[in-house]
């Protein structure tokens, strides 16, 4: 093995007769793996096992060093370009008064003003656990009091001892 898994290089490869493809596009057909690497050498290049499974296997002309970096650029790039989406918590109970229901919404509509998914979970203590669907009415009364500014990504589902719901921001 190599620098990397099931990369195979040079001397590594194993099969006596290759299909091979030069670097830049040239095809070699069917040769003999020392004569492959004669070729790479001549070229100062690296001959790279790319289609193990292939009858012959396929193996290429290239300088690996450079490829490998090539690869490694695009994922950052990739990595870069990629949004992380944030999650923020609300936690609820049955038993919260209108005022704090009010306070929490606030929260919430700031948090999805900037850009973030809010989860709001209702915690079921004791012997709430028999009835989950007052937990889910308090997420109903919830929703009508953020659908203008959110979206409803999940609705209220019990999981556990809590009854939670998902919303994100409204597009546009």
């Not at 790479?40 to 193996?59: E, M, Q, S, T, Y």
């Not at 209108?98 to 998914?117: C, R, S, T, V």
């Not at 109903?140 to 556990?160: N, Q």
């Amino acid at each position: 093995m190599s620098k990397e898994k099931d990369v195979y290089l040079n001397e590594e490869i194993r099969a006596e007769q290759i299909r091979c493809v030069g670097d830049d596009g040239t095809a070699y057909g069917v040769i003999s793996r020392d004569e492959a690497l004669g070729i790479a050498r001549r070229l100062g290049l690296d001959l790279v096992l790319i289609a193990p499974d292939a009858k012959p296997p396929v193996c290429k002309i290239m300088d690996y060093g450079k490829f490998r970096y090539q690869q490694e650029k695009k994922q950052k790039e990739a990595k870069k370009k990629q949004k992380v989406i944030e999650i923020k918590e609300i936690k609820l109970s049955v038993k919260i008064a209108q005022n704090d229901i009010n306070y929490k919404i606030k929260h919430a509509q700031e948090f999805l003003e900037e850009g973030k998914h809010v989860k709001f979970r209702v915690f079921l203590k004791g012997r709430e656990m028999a009835t989950p669907e007052v937990g889910v009415a308090m997420l109903e009364k919830i929703w009508e009091l953020v659908k203008g500014f959110a979206e409803r990504d999940k609705a209220p589902i019990l999981e556990g001892r809590y009854v939670n719901m998902l919303v994100t921001p409204k597009k546009g």
